[in-house]
């Protein structure tokens, strides 16, 4: 009897260790141009991790036949009718090349391939590339996303308060935040992610990512892309979220 009692305190200290450490499944960068791929491989990962996961949606609908744009309405609004958590994700995940920036905004649209469009803008630039993205996602007719999540990570000094005034979280490379009574509040959380590694590398960034998970405390994002399922592969990718998900709990940004 004294021998239950004995593993049932284990069982419980381990169900407890495991409530604390938290991680966030977020696919990156759905939009109306790979969402015919991107629809099936976040279901697979929402079956991987036995519930719904976050996406990080792409609002511009760019030059899509109209009946592709209403296809890819309809999707989001069935992941949203899912459960699933819609974070909104920059504008066109381009940036405007002619739009004045700092010189540590130049810098990152050359490391970023282009694609940082908030980095380095003044505060009226992001203020105007702010709505511009809410006013393309409302033209979608869905209900208002959970959070801001700037391509690449890469705001500027402006973005997380003009954001926050807007969604209740917004990321960053470091961090998450959410605007409470008393101010901002930050959770401490590195993002895992993998399309910018070359493929030589993906091995060992994944060997990372797992060594990071097994750590106590904290909340990790762990996020893929579309191209991850090319150069990771999908059954690599899906037992990696098996994996993690028998060592952390899963939640969304709305559970933090």
């Not at 940082?116 to 979608?140: C, M, V, Y």
Request: charged share 25%; aromatic share 10%; proline share 4%.
């Amino acid at each position: 009897m004294e021998q239950n009692k004995d593993i049932l305190d284990i069982q419980a200290a381990e169900a407890n260790q495991h409530k604390k450490k938290k991680f966030i499944l977020c696919y990156h960068s759905f939009s109306a141009t790979n969402f015919k791929r991107a629809r099936t491989q976040i279901r697979k990962l929402a079956d991987a991790a036995d519930s719904p996961i976050s996406i990080a949606v792409v609002p511009s609908i760019g030059a899509v036949p109209e009946s592709e744009a209403d296809e890819f309405r309809e999707e989001l609004e069935k992941f949203v009718q899912e459960g699933y958590e819609i974070m909104l994700h920059g504008a066109r995940h381009r940036a405007d090349l002619f739009i004045k920036r700092s010189l540590q905004g130049k810098f990152a649209l050359w490391i970023s391939n282009n694609e940082a469009e908030f980095a380095g803008l003044n505060e009226r630039l992001t203020q105007t590339l702010l709505k511009r993205s809410l006013a393309l996602w409302n033209a979608h007719g869905t209900e208002k996303p959970s959070g801001f999540i700037p391509p690449i990570w890469f705001g500027n000094k402006y973005l997380k308060n003009l954001a926050l005034d807007i969604f209740d979280y917004y990321e960053d490379y470091h961090g998450i935040y959410q605007k409470t009574e008393s101010g901002i509040k930050k959770t401490n959380s590195r993002p895992l992610s993998f399309s910018i590694y070359p493929p030589a590398m993906l091995g060992i960034v994944q060997t990372y990512a797992c060594l990071r998970m097994l750590l106590p405390g904290g909340t990790h994002r762990l996020v893929f892309h579309d191209k991850d399922f090319r150069t990771i592969g999908e059954k690599r990718i899906l037992n990696m979220v098996r994996y993690v998900s028998t060592m952390r709990e899963k939640i969304m940004y709305r559970d933090l």
